[in-house]
């Protein structure tokens, strides 16, 4: 069965790929490196007064209606066990004298910097609370290293390159990526990596996981310089893209990063579209309400619609956007179009606009959006079409191409060559392992040659998951997207 379906995503390779440059990458690439091992609501309208001890001071009132939203699950925290966020939350609603956006509860929930979810613990892996990509497979960071090679050679094969990597995780993807390029000295000699994280612990992580060291200056004379000792690489940490240096060609990746940026909710009411906020109830309880009054955001919710057909916004009840999305994707798009380069975006979403996918994960579970803020992970859908129209409106220097699927972008660069290979020198142990990781990525729904319990069946994310990139027109279209 998995000879079969090798058979089948090399003929879809053939068929995607574009450059013979890029072949030969895949073939060089195949041969080596060896295996490595893996590690709910009220429905009435309630109007909070904020009253002030003066009389001579107008009182301020907040119109919120609670009318035609979905009751959620009863959720279980009581307030005489409130958590540090839960307290800083209903502090913030208090002093606000009402409800914040969803993006803002999003936001203090994945980064508040003394309790947010990312910020003091390890979430990745099956002992976590979900498994990305680069965690199934060593694979996948070898693949975004052949792709990042292609268009490192498109772009004239510069001699410095900013290699970004927004949201590194433990740091799997760029260790991976590294491993599987360190034959090409030309290439892995021209990297300076940049990891854009806000977490100390996953600092951390990467830092191991990417064998670093701290190399001295001598002469006193300047920085103290951290080396990865996987290609002698210089790695640096930044909280923010704006941060890392520019006018140098640059390549971005962003792995399921824009999948965690805070989204706002906006829901079709009889007056108009109202933003979704959350609240405190009278028992204590966090409760979703919606705005009186048209919100700040509302402006970009009128951008995202000028961008879609009339058809596609009457048959919505509920909208999803990311300001910070748009705003993220203008940054990459100005500074690709004016120091060179390419980002590369996969995540889970819709070449359209998004609904209601605000999810929320805990220990590999669904969990109620609102349940004990702070110990499960936050995500929604991605908008692509967002980004494409984001980013040709930024900048008339830069193309976007996509999204494929997973699927096709993996296929096409040639992981089907890379397991072949591998399967032939690994133990039976390795080779289970590789198939499952293979299906995870490439593959969609359960995995047909599974033998084990039913409830641990591999499920593939291939179709499931997106890429598009976002390059310099002057180097033309990247691998695969020609």
């Known amino acids: 069965m998995l000879r079969r379906l090798l058979s089948q995503a090399s003929t879809q390779r053939r068929s995607l790929f574009g450059t013979s440059a890029s072949l030969s990458w895949c073939r060089q690439f195949s041969s080596s490196p060896p295996l490595t091992s893996q590690s709910p609501n009220s429905t009435s309208v309630e109007h909070l007064e904020d009253t002030e001890a003066s009389p001579t001071v107008p009182s301020a009132a907040i119109s919120i209606d609670r009318s035609g939203l979905y009751n959620p699950p009863e959720h279980s925290h009581e307030p005489s066990s409130d958590s540090e966020l839960v307290k800083h939350l209903k502090s913030v609603i208090k002093f606000r004298g009402g409800p914040i956006s969803v993006a803002e509860y999003m936001e203090e929930v994945l980064t508040n910097p003394k309790a947010g979810f990312y910020i003091n613990r390890d979430v990745f892996g099956t002992e976590g609370d979900f498994i990305t990509s680069p965690e199934v497979s060593q694979m996948f960071g070898e693949m975004v290293g052949v792709w990042a090679m292609c268009l490192w050679e498109q772009m004239g094969q510069p001699k410095k390159l900013n290699l970004v990597e927004l949201g590194p995780g433990r740091g ?80 971005i990746i962003a792995h399921e990063f824009y999948d965690a940026l805070p989204v706002h909710q906006f829901q079709r009411a009889s007056r108009g579209w109202c933003e979704k906020m959350v609240d405190v109830s009278e028992n204590s309880m966090f409760q979703f309400v919606l705005s009186a009054q048209p919100t700040p955001t509302t402006l970009y919710l009128l951008k995202r619609f000028k961008w879609a057909e ?173």
């Open 172 to 251: 799997t993807l760029i260790a991976d990526l590294l491993r599987g390029s360190s034959k090409f000295r030309n290439f892995t000699d021209s990297l300076q990596i940049h990891m854009v994280e806000c977490s100390p612990t996953l600092r951390k992580l990467q830092y191991q996981n990417l064998k670093c060291i701290n190399k001295n200056d001598a002469d006193g004379d300047a920085e103290e310089q951290i080396i990865s000792r996987l290609t002698g690489t210089s790695v640096s940490w930044h909280a923010t893209l704006e941060q890392v240096p520019a006018g140098v060609p640059t390549i």
């Open 310 to 482: 009339n058809e596609e916004i009457a048959k919505l009840e509920q909208v999803e956007l990311c300001p910070k999305a748009m705003d993220l994707t203008l940054e990459i798009a100005k500074r690709i179009g004016s120091d060179g380069g390419g980002a590369l975006i996969i995540d889970y979403g819709l070449n359209g606009i998004v609904s209601d996918s605000l999810q929320a994960i805990r220990k590999h579970e669904f969990v109620n959006i609102l349940d004990n803020p702070g110990t499960a992970d936050l995500s929604a859908y991605v908008d692509f079409a967002a980004i494409r129209h984001s980013a040709e409106e930024a900048s008339d220097d830069v193309s976007v191409h996509g999204p494929m699927t997973q699927s096709q972008f993996l296929g096409s660069l040639g992981i089907n060559f890379r397991v072949e290979a591998l399967l032939e020198n690994c133990t039976d142990e390795q080779a289970d392992s590789l198939r499952t990781g293979y299906w995870r990525l490439v593959g969609e729904g359960e995995a047909p040659f599974w033998e084990g319990p039913e409830e641990q069946a591999p499920i593939g994310m291939g179709t499931r998951y997106l890429a598009m990139a976002i390059v310099n027109k002057k180097q033309g279209a990247p691998v695969p997207f020609q």
